[in-house]
């Protein structure tokens, strides 16, 4: 084949090559977005009916418990009317111990009635249904109320407008009950819900996106929602125009360049070569003014600037280490660890003159985690280039591995290894220098008795895992590829160490930073937060509940007769009983609840999102964790004893006892007061302020549903609350960590 014909050929191939995957790229992406968009409407949808069903549910409950408190049989038929009335329930039903209805109100939904809690109904769901069981004073079973509100077409029609999807009830065996599809879609979304198992979402032929929703704990109703897709009509097509075109037009430029560029190829190519071989002096000769010309002119200037460039900067490194020093105290002084390393990094990549690099550090895990990176596209291992933490080498495999498990720096050029992929970036060239902690920095393990904050503190403690590594690295700076030449050599070897070390000192110092913070906010016995981050989360907590109209609930603890406990066994069994306490609140609290020593044997527990009820729960819990469970110490003769503790809790909730912080607090040290003068070893609830408002029966004071008919968080939470009512309001699960 002629050199013409050869150009031809490269170019199509490189023109049309990008041209192709271009397109399949673009057709692929858009049904990629297509799908996920859809994806992510349909989790917003079915995130939206569980909310729905679950508010709804919680409605039903609200209203049967208010019938449930009524322990006259008259006024509690009067008070199940009165539910309906209020538009809180469609019908109640009243149920002696055998399951005999003993009263119902008019007007009820046919049946079968789906429970709230969940379980299998046979044939198509009616109605939706929550139970309560009812008690008389002495706590004797005389039967259930049961509240329904009915599922029909409205119901479905109210979860579409919700969620903004196509909403389908299925029964028992899988045919629509309800649905506000359309008829020529109905088969074909039925079809897709079949394939469509847990949170997997289906496709159907008309471009329809289908996911299953329910049945589930909280959201009983087996539901199907489905959207439309967004990809627009005939891409394939013009995705298939424009490739055609753009290879016709290839081709007739390919022909002309071709036969323009031939003649002075061979003189550019020759000095091309010569170029590579180190000689920069190579000029070519100018014989046209045309674009081929031109680029001779070009690489003229290039090879002229290039040897500049090189001569310049062989002159400027030894000046560059030189401010090598002063760069590392300005990073020394920075407290961003990635700003710091990207910086080195992109410096080293400068200094040196590589394509690529990367800076790694040990995690506690004994391996290497990628920190940031610069230049490493088309060499990443793994299928997450934007993130740097997906490169990840174990210690002691491949290069970066050995360097940080030996501590000797290592350069030369790359040679795969066969069996298992050590996770590296692919090169050519290479170096690799370990950079560890200075001396005397190595982090001092805890003191005996005074354990790290754990998750309530909100401490990393990977951040002070000594390095498992036998060369105590922190680290790797690694650089790939070198311009303008085979291999790095000594100099950048050196210069590579003076930035590893400016590393490792920055690393440490960012470590001991953060570590100070957390002591600071932490009390050092128990781990808990301390009296200072107390008064600022107390803050920081009535603005969110101000800001979203949310409860929060405040436990003033303290354990009763502890200078007892110091008197009898001394202060270091007092000690042991403290931090025992402190483990116990935390085993007993949820992740979003915050546990505070206030000093001395005084703590405090806020709860967000939690009303009375939910925060005499938690109070009884923590006095029968502390009550049941005497609390091993060490005697005055070395023999063990256990010590029986009790404490004693005071509880306030904002806004029902206080307008404020501080205000919240002092309403539960009253309570706590309160609770000591009844006798220690129990809760009080701190006394509302007057005036109290009153009610006939404790039901949430809604004088009609919403317009959608599901139910909403209203005023009247709190005074439900207060006279031991089911408050109506959204609260967070009690489910985690001991709820």
């Excluded at 706590?139 to 919700?162: H, I, K, N, W």
């Excluded at 329910?214 to 439309?228: A, E, I, R």
């Excluded at 409860?551 to 008197?567: E, G, I, T, W």
Aim: charge should be negative; include cysteine.
């Amino acid at each position: 084949m002629t050199l013409r014909g050869r150009l031809t050929a490269a170019f199509l191939t490189v023109v049309l090559g990008p041209v192709l995957l271009g397109a399949f790229f673009v057709g692929s992406t858009l049904s990629a977005v297509d799908r996920g968009r859809a994806a992510e409407r349909l989790g917003v949808a079915a995130a939206g009916v569980r909310t729905s069903v679950d508010a709804l549910c919680q409605q039903l409950r609200a209203a049967a418990d208010a019938v449930a408190l009524v322990t006259d049989p008259a006024a509690r038929s009067r008070a199940a009317d009165q539910v309906v009335g209020r538009g809180l329930a469609a019908a109640v039903l009243i149920a002696d111990p055998a399951g005999r209805t003993s009263y119902a109100t008019a007007g009820g939904p046919a049946g079968p009635w789906q429970d709230c809690a969940g379980g299998a109904t046979a044939g198509p769901v009616r109605a939706l249904a929550a139970r309560v069981r009812l008690r008389d004073p002495a706590g004797a079973d005389l039967g259930t109320v049961a509240a329904a509100q009915p599922v029909d077409p409205a119901f479905v029609a109210r979860l579409a407008a919700v969620t903004g999807a196509g909403v389908t009830l299925l029964d028992d065996p899988g045919r629509i009950t309800h649905t506000t599809e359309d008829r020529e879609v109905r088969a074909a979304v039925l079809a897709a819900a079949r394939q469509a198992d847990g949170d997997r979402v289906a496709g159907t032929t008309d471009g329809r996106y289908v996911r299953r929703v329910g049945p589930t704990p909280g959201q009983p109703l087996p539901l199907v929602l489905s959207v439309p897709g967004e990809r627009p009509p005939g891409l394939y097509a013009a995705l298939v125009g424009a490739v055609v075109l753009a290879a016709l037009l290839a081709v007739v430029a390919a022909w002309r360049l071709a036969r323009v560029t031939t003649r002075p190829l061979v003189e550019l190519a020759g000095a091309v070569d010569r170029v590579a071989g180190g000689d920069l002096s190579t000029r070519v000769p100018i014989r046209s003014r045309d674009e081929i010309g031109r680029l001779a002119g070009a690489f003229n200037r290039m090879t002229r600037e290039t040897g500049s460039y090189v001569a310049a900067l062989t002159s400027s490194r030894d000046q560059l280490r030189g401010h090598l020093t002063v760069l590392g105290d300005t990073l020394a002084s920075t407290h961003d660890l990635q700003r710091i390393l990207r910086v080195i990094l992109h410096s080293a990549i400068a200094a040196t003159g590589a394509r690529a690099g990367a800076v790694l550090l040990l995690d506690g895990d004994g391996a290497l985690v990628g920190q940031c990176v610069e230049g490493l596209d088309g060499r990443w291992p793994t299928e997450d280039p934007a993130d740097p933490a997906t490169l990840r080498v174990p210690v002691g495999a491949g290069v970066l591995g050995t360097v940080a498990a030996t501590g000797e720096p290592l350069r030369g050029r790359w040679e795969p290894v066969d069996g298992e992929p050590t996770g590296e970036p692919s090169c050519e060239t290479y170096v690799a220098v370990p950079f560890a902690a200075p001396r005397g920095a190595e982090p001092r393990p805890d003191r005996p008795g005074h354990p790290p904050a754990d998750a309530d503190a909100g401490s990393d403690s990977s951040a002070r895992r000594d390095p498992e590594s036998s060369s105590g690295a922190l680290g790797v700076l690694a650089l790939y590829d070198r311009l303008g030449a085979d291999e790095f050599d000594d100099d950048d070897l050196v210069t590579l160490r003076t930035f590893a070390g400016h590393a490792a000192v920055a690393v440490e110092n960012v470590r001991v930073h953060e570590e100070a913070q957390r002591l600071s906010l932490t009390d050092p016995l128990t781990g808990l937060w301390n009296y200072r981050y107390l008064r600022e989360s107390i803050r920081r907590e009535v603005e969110r509940a101000n800001r979203f109209g949310r409860m929060l609930s405040v436990l003033a603890l303290d354990l009763d007769r502890f200078k007892h406990v110091n008197d009898t066994w001394g202060h270091a069994a007092g000690d042991a009983v403290l931090v025992e306490f402190a483990r116990r609140v935390r085993g007993e609290i949820r992740e979003v609840d915050l546990a505070f020593r206030q000093g001395g044997e005084e703590f405090v527990v806020l709860l967000p999102e939690t009303d009375a009820r939910g925060a005499t729960i938690v109070a009884e819990r923590l006095g029968a964790v502390v009550r049941d469970q005497p609390v091993p110490v060490d005697g005055h003769a070395g023999e063990p004893v256990r010590v029986p503790v009790t404490v004693s809790i005071g509880i306030a909730v904002y806004p029902d006892h206080a307008a404020g912080g501080q205000q919240v607090l002092d309403a539960a040290d009253d309570a706590l007061y309160a609770a000591k003068a009844a006798g220690r070893d129990g809760y009080r609830l701190a006394r509302a302020p007057d005036p109290v408002p009153t009610q006939e029966i404790p039901v949430v004071v809604a004088a009609a549903s919403p317009p959608d008919g599901l139910p909403r968080a209203g005023a009247g939470d709190a005074a439900a609350a207060a006279q031991g009512g089911a408050s109506s309001g959204p609260h967070p699960p009690r489910q985690s960590r001991g709820r």
